[in-house]
Nanobody, 115 residues
Framework: QVQLVESGGGLVQAGGSLKLSCAASGRTFSHYDLGWYRQAPGKEREFVAHIGGTTYIADSVKGRFTISRDNDKNTVYLQMNNLKPENTAVYYC???????????WGPGTQVNVSS
């Protein structure tokens, strides 16, 4: 079992930056692929970024968002720069076991970008 808790969300003006963190507990962190997803009001949850053996960033945020991980701290980060109002959403952390594929989700953190 893995518990995930996101932090770092908040209100920021367009053009600003936020850094989200997701702290994990429970199992060996390095055995998990990690990702960030988001869900805007009235929309489906969508992929933002992934880090495992390779790193993937959604085209919509490529060049502005960066994903990183610190296995010693059991934490994955999402650095978000040049934020836009359309980036407003609840951001969720995801961990997928590389052994068995079990999926875990955090409760999410709200990001609001004002114009």
């Amino acid at each position: 079992q893995v518990q995930l808790v996101e932090s770092g969300g908040g209100l920021v003006q367009a053009g600003g930056s936020l850094k989200l963190s997701c702290a994990a507990s429970g199992r060996t962190f390095s055995h998990y692929d990690l990702g960030w997803y988001r869900q805007a009001p009235g929309k489906e949850r969508e992929f933002v970024a992934h880090i495992g053996g390779t790193t993937y960033i959604a085209d919509s945020v490529k060049g502005r968002f960066t994903i990183s991980r610190d296995n010693d701290k059991n934490t994955v980060y999402l650095q978000m720069n040049n934020l836009k109002p359309e980036n407003t959403a609840v951001y969720y952390c995801n961990a997928t076991s590389t052994i068995g594929g079990t999926d875990y989700w955090g409760p999410g953190t709200q990001v609001n970008v004002s114009s």
